[in-house]
Nanobody, 125 residues
Framework: QVQVAESGGGLVQAGGSLRLSCVVSGRTMGTYAMGWFRQAPGKEREFVAGINWHGGNTNYNDSLKGRFTISREDAKNTVYLQMNALIPEDTAVYYC??????????????????WGQGTQVTVSS
């Protein structure tokens, strides 16, 4: 069974940085794409970034491109989300997700089958 676990969230001041980690077990992560999503209180789940199975291609929410970077380290079964220049609007629970299809790293949350519990990111002004 595939399990996904995020870590690295916390409280940070505006302008600061955080790096989130996502460890995948129960699957050889290196053969699958991965994605990051977020959900703020009272808002819908939002796509943040995706990365293909070998890390050569990435996909970003256009509004976040340039500040957020997704990467992967298959030897550690880990996907990262580096977040820079954080603003209060980035406050949300951040989720890592694994798709059923090894090739999918798009923005539709419905196409991801395995989700972590989420990690809270709070950006203070």
């Amino acid at each position: 069974q595939v399990q996904v676990a995020e870590s690295g969230g916390g409280l940070v001041q505006a302008g600061g940085s955080l790096r989130l980690s996502c460890v995948v077990s129960g699957r050889t992560m290196g053969t699958y794409a991965m994605g990051w999503f977020r959900q703020a209180p009272g808002k819908e789940r939002e796509f943040v970034a995706g990365i293909n199975w070998h890390g050569g291609n990435t996909n970003y929410n256009d509004s976040l491109k340039g500040r957020f970077t997704i990467s992967r380290e298959d030897a550690k079964n880990t996907v990262y989300l580096q977040m820079n220049a954080l603003i209060p609007e980035d406050t949300a629970v951040y989720y890592c997700a694994a798709p059923q299809s090894r090739y999918y790293y798009g923005s539709r949350w419905q196409d991801y089958d395995y989700w972590g519990q989420g990690t809270q990111v709070t950006v203070s002004s």
